[in-house]
């Protein structure tokens, strides 16, 4: 239930903040906002809330099941950002570099994350796939390793040295943001 009342506060909370002005009524409240889209915030948050929590229970993450975590994953998402940012720029430069000089080594890596739910494992392939040179191919459900397609494939020795190669703390960033 308390997932629910959180998904539909925010929802509502960020439907209002969007159509905010808009309304031309009297009062503070009516200058904000019409009734027709307080009804409608009302209805679709109701929506919203419902088939997010349908879609998250089924994933039987542990974030949904943890308040504490709930309330802190989204300041850890921004957190999240800052190094996401700075790999992504680091990465543009590389590929970049690797375009102009033709030094390119393309090929198909399997990387063992350890991570324990889907939406940790969605998460780290999304970050892969949004960092150029790379893109996640597909995922193995059974041992939720993940095939990356990279552009310049390096010689590692470890499975460890091989996912800071390829995604950086990209797998740690999850951890911390969703399990």
Excluded at 89 to 95: F, I, K, R
Aim: aromatic fraction near 10%.
């Amino acid at each position: 239930m308390i997932t629910f009342l959180v998904l539909f506060v925010s929802m509502l909370l960020l439907y209002l903040l969007l159509v905010a002005g808009s309304g031309g009524g009297d009062g503070l409240l009516g200058q904000l906002f019409s009734y027709q889209e307080i009804g409608a915030a009302i209805v679709l948050a109701i929506l919203t809330a419902a088939i997010a929590r349908a879609m998250l229970g089924k994933a039987k993450n542990r974030v949904m099941n943890n308040p504490g975590k709930l309330l802190k994953a989204p300041f850890m998402f921004i957190v999240f950002l800052f190094p996401f940012f700075y790999a992504m720029a680091e990465a543009n430069l590389d590929v970049a570099y690797r375009v102009i000089t033709g030094r390119i080594r393309p090929g198909i890596v399997r990387i063992r994350p350890k991570l324990k739910t889907d939406l940790g494992r969605t998460m780290l392939a999304n970050s892969i796939t949004l960092t150029p040179g790379t893109l996640t191919v597909d995922i193995d459900e059974k041992s939720g390793d993940l095939f990356i397609h990279w552009i310049n494939v390096k010689d590692t020795k470890t499975d460890d040295e091989r996912i800071k190669a390829v995604c950086g703390s990209f797998p740690a960033w999850a951890r911390r943001v969703v399990e």
